[in-house]
């Protein structure tokens, strides 16, 4: 049927726009003329498309071979309508540019049919054609000469097809192998072994095998360590730890895993895929979950699961499809054999990185215990166990453990308290009187250690950790320590783990915010340590208490040896210099001593006062006396008499920095010839201490206060 002019020239127009975007590579405008119910036939063999997608997806994958490079020569273009439809037949010379020159290709005949819809013309098939180079003039098919080259050529590319596409796909699984392995030689830590079970997947899926979940699963002793992807491949969904006998109770596998068979496949229809994956929640101990993981109405939907499974020098690998497929593609199966051979080579590796992370580790936890060790043996006071609490939450921090509180509690002798020496975030607490029986969060550990428990974990949230903190909190001793937290921004938990570690004195407690059960064996080991050194602790402090007492008692004996000599009471001075003597030799840095007298009777009272005379080249203790009159209402003076008449053992009198000057005028005849006995050597004020006896006291003038061990002195 003849077209009209209108019509003929809105098509032509169309015909031409797509013609330009074909010999030019115009990949939109090219799709845009075509219908969606668009089919093309080309000129070659692989030009076979029945849709609009895979012909423009050809075309942009081939559109650069002929962009700008082709030039049509001789053109007849014919058009014809049939109904809605318009055909038009284009015929010409093709010459294609190679290099600098034009080459003659060959006649094209491009037939093409075009239906307008609500966007205008569109291509809804095309075909393109080249004559018969086989057939002579008046015939239409040369049959003698095809036949023989028909033949031979069709022998030839099938045994060449074949023989690529066995060499490409064994290249390509080769390939995926080869990355398998390189992954696993380039593992810089253990956990980089899951990393290989994501890639074993994709490459899997890229080799064009179906797979849904791709795990690896080491087969220990008396249970198996799974490492599964996610539901959609991209990362390890799922880490767990399982018993033996979920496979165990299952015969096919159980027989599968004594033999040595390389693979088994394991379909199990729904009830039964509902029934494993019910056990495998309810018996795992899962270290991750993959939110993607399937619901019971998914395992429904998609009709059971199968296993395949492939074996491994220690374990297996496998993966999973969905629904009942007893027999899966036989080289599906032969690559899975040999994704299992690549995936032992990481095993390798992974045990190797595993040894020296634990060689490495085992350094690690030796340098902390150390560490500990060293700060506890170089103890001297008791009072120092803050400092070595400290140093031990540093070191245990160090190690990874996400402690919030470490420190050492040493028992009473009834033990129900404990002294409790803790440093919390990095704080150090002043130690503190610990009951254990009088609040319920308490009770567990008093418990514990009624029942010689050596290690004890206890775990504290919500409402039972709000009242245990509370309760701390009541503790008049504990004020200070959360004044502390506050001002350091440090937190309480919401949620803390508790692990006591028994020695012969007390224990060890080790506060958490979460389940460390890997850290129980270190936690163990800083005990064993500070029991060692706690004991030579207490070992040479009982030592260093008898030398010390063995000292005082000789300081005590030459003191009283030369009272004893005594013939007259002016030898009170030397006496007096022995005391001053024996005191600097026990450490009690005396500025000057002093023997007081006095003589209510005659309202008199009488000082020997003796201190040390230093320069540069020599050491001189001197002395000298000199008698008051005796004013009661003197301060000083009052006050040492209201301390010796009310029985007071020692009375300790600190002297501000403002009252020095005053205290040196009052005694500035006795201490006339001292050269440094100035108020101006001593800016921050001083102490006197002074012990009575029936005929007055000893006493002493000093910069610091007397510690109980020196006032017992």
Known sequence: MKVDKKIQTEVFKVYDTWLHAYLNGDVATYDAYLDDDFHFIGSTNNEEFLNRAATTQFFAETAEQLAGKCDLRNETKIMDAFDDLVFINHFFDAWFQNGTDWNYYGRFRFTNVLRKNNEG????????????????????????KIHVENQELREAIKRRTFELEQKNRELEVEGALQRIRAQAVAMKESTDLLDIVVTMRNEFIKLGHDAHYFWHMMWRPDTYEKAMTSGDGSK????????????????????????????????MGVEDALDYVGKMVSLGDFKNIDPQAPTED?????????????????????????GVVKKPPTEDIEILIKFA?????????????????????????????????????????????????????????SLGVPAWSCGYNILFEDKKSSTCIMSSEGELQEPFVLPLTKHK?????????????????YGQESKELVEHYNYMKSLPELKGTFEQFEKANIDLPTTQFNHLVRFNKGFLLFITYEVVPEAHDIFKRF?????????????????????REAQIEAALERTRTQSMLMQHSNELDTTSKVFHQQLLQLGIESEFSYVWLPDIENKKHKFWATWTENTKSSSEIKSQSFTYDLDRNEPYTAACFEAWESGEAVH???????????????WSELLSGAKNLKAKNF??????????????CFGINIRRTLTKDEQDI
Do not use: C
């Open 121 to 144: 013309w569109r291509f809804v098939y095309q075909h393109y054609s080249t004559p018969d180079s086989k057939t002579d003039a008046g015939e239409t098919i040369g049959f003698d």
């Open 683 to 696: 800016p921050e004020g001083l102490y006197y201490a002074e012990a009575y006896m029936k005929y007055g």
């Open 441 to 457: 969060s308490l009770r567990p550990w008093h418990k514990a250690i009624v029942n010689g428990d050596d290690f004890f974990v």
């Open 652 to 666: 300790i009198v600190p002297i501000p920095p403002e009252e020095v000057q005053n205290f040196f005028s009052i």
């Open 236 to 267: 390890i969904g799922f880490v767990m730890e399982l018993p033996r006998h979920i496979h165990g109770d299952i015969p096919q596998l159980a027989k599968w895993e004594k033999s040595k068979k390389p693979t088994v496949v394991y379909a």
């Open 527 to 547: 005990g064993k340590v500070f029991e060692q050194t706690y004991t030579r602790f207490l070992d040479l402090q009982k030592a260093e208490k008898q030398a």
């Open 341 to 397: 051979g690549a995936f032992d080579l990481a095993h390798r590796r992974f045990l190797d990185l595993k040894k020296a992370e634990k060689q490495a580790r085992e350094i690690q936890i030796e340098l902390a215990l150390e560490k500990v060790r060293s700060r506890t043996m170089a103890m001297q006071h008791s009072d120092e166990l803050p400092v070595a609490a400290n140093v031990l939450f540093t070191e245990v921090q």
């Open 298 to 322: 998914d395992i429904r939907h998609i009709g059971g699961l199968t296993f395949i499974m492939a074996r491994t020098t220690h374990g297996e690998i496998g993966y999973s499809l969905p």
